[in-house]
């Protein structure tokens, strides 16, 4: 049972633009969530967390937004540039659990 | 500080062979995490070692296991092997492992290896 899910496999945007990748997840127990980054023949990297007493992590061009009572969260790029192209995972776990739960990713491509 | 390596980085094998993926994590790590990633199932977790104990397990079946030596470096087995079993692996290295508030951003993936089953 996939308890993370990102139903967009894909995204392109153009440079400049803005890149929203969103996050849909199931267990209410969830209180920390992260964005990892990966690159072809490369592990994901980390890229931002957020915790559920907060609705806003901002980190340079990165910002990542979460609804709880949606139990959804997002990750906004602006601007965009093309070596932002990569697949994003977005990640979740519980204060009382011992294991992550990641979504199936979202690869973006942005277009010069 | 060098990262996460996996080794080998790419397999082939057939039905009902067996395999085994090596990890070594980054110094000084005592948490090695591995995770298969297939493209409709994204990222799932199939267990954890620190320092030599598997402390917790996801669920996959019992064709694959791991261990951990002493010098935290982990393997992972699977033996007859399935077409399913296609994926890439990943290894993770935490300094303290994936419980605990203070754990959550701390993993560090290695490149993964590609297991291809024929």
């Known amino acids: 049972d996939q308890q993370v899910k990102q139903n967009s496999p894909s995204l392109s945007v153009q440079e400049g633009r803005i890149s929203i990748l969103n996050c849909d997840y199931t267990n209410s127990m969830f209180d920390y969530f992260l964005w990892y980054k990966k690159y072809p023949a490369e592990g994901p990297t980390f890229l931002i967390s957020i915790s559920s007493i907060k609705d806003k992590n901002e980190d340079g061009r990165f910002t990542v937004f979460l609804n709880k009572s949606a139990k959804h969260l997002s990750l906004h790029i602006v601007p965009s540039q093309p070596g932002d192209s990569a697949v994003y995972f977005c990640?979740?776990?519980?204060?009382?659990?011992?294991?992550?739960?990641f979504g199936t990713g979202t690869s973006l491509t942005v277009i010069p | 500080k060098a990262g996460v390596t996996q080794t080998p980085r790419y397999l082939i094998k057939t039905r009902g062979q067996q395999v085994t993926l090596s990890c070594s994590p980054i110094?000084?790590?005592?948490?090695v995490s591995w995770y298969q990633q297939t493209p409709g199932q994204g990222l799932q977790f199939l267990f954890e070692?620190?320092?030599?104990?598997?402390?917790n397990k996801g669920n996959f079946p019992g064709r694959f296991s791991g261990r951990q030596f002493s010098n935290s470096r982990s393997e992972m087995n699977v033996s007859t092997l399935e077409l399913g079993d296609s994926a890439l692996y990943l290894c993770a290295s935490s300094p303290r492992g994936l419980a605990g508030a203070g754990s959550y951003n701390e993993q560090f993936f290695g490149p993964g290896t590609r297991l291809t089953v024929l």
């Open positions: 110094s000084g790590h005592r948490s």
């Open positions: 990640a979740a776990r519980s204060r009382t659990g011992n294991q992550f739960y």
């Open positions: 070692y620190f320092s030599e104990t598997q402390r």
